[in-house]
């Protein structure tokens, strides 16, 4: 039996009220579509329809079934149309967490998904790496970019960027220089994220082996406001290379790359494991990948596992 076109002939037949409106509807003849339906009857082993003064309606069985078999026959033509769809090109909405330093990013993703896959949206999230990688984690995002400060390799994630770290402040008050030894930052007055912060960490534990004392005067979840903080007073702050460049700039600002130790900043893409990722989001995660670089620039680099 075909089951499928005998669901479809029950429910033309008792939307249209009668056999010959129902095979006018689907493109049969009215002996086809009895057929179908005697078939689904011997088959379930009860009447579905009855005939009435004005047609044919269902039978107290036939009604109870109808809303499941009109849901099924939607389901299905939603998938055929998800298949067809998928042909023309990937379609859906990707939910997308990135940590501030490689924010423009998002929009070169947008404008590349208008120009290649309009029927692809983006949904971004901003925030730091450990609230990313928590995202990751649950399924809340399907793709993320967040930083480590080492350059061991992290489970199921690939290194798209690296730059080194650098201390900056305004030009009348910071010293400026090409590098800088770590040790000198002893009792700087510094503007830094708020902890749990992964960079702060960081640089506690690199003090702590240097055996001097981090001062960070000012704390924010704000990258925006540690800036204004930065420009407005005689704080300092520590970011990668790029960042400097994009949010500073040479004009006002001067900065030294940080070493004895070297520090540098990795960032990673990852996609949650807590549920497969689709078409659309694969299309976003390679998007991400080739133009991380171009949207860093001044300083960040391409891993050399990429290159």
Known sequence: MDLLGSLKALCAVAEHGSLTRGSVALGVTQSILSRQIAALETHVGAKLLHRTGRGVAPTELGLRILPQAALLLQGLDDLVAEMAGERSGPS??????????????????FKSLQEAYPRIKLRTREAYSGQVEEWIANGKVDIGLFNRYSSAPVKNAEAVLRAPLVVLGLRETAKEAPTVAFRKLDGVPLAMATKPNALVTMLEATAKRCKISLDIAFESTSDTIIRAAVGNGALFTIVPLHVAFRDYGPERYAWSQIVEPSLVQHTWLATTSAHPIDAAARVVQRLLVELAPSAAQHGAQVPSSRR
């Open 92 to 109: 859906g909405t990707v939910e997308l967490a990135m940590v501030p330093s490689v924010r423009p990013l998002a929009v070169q993703v």
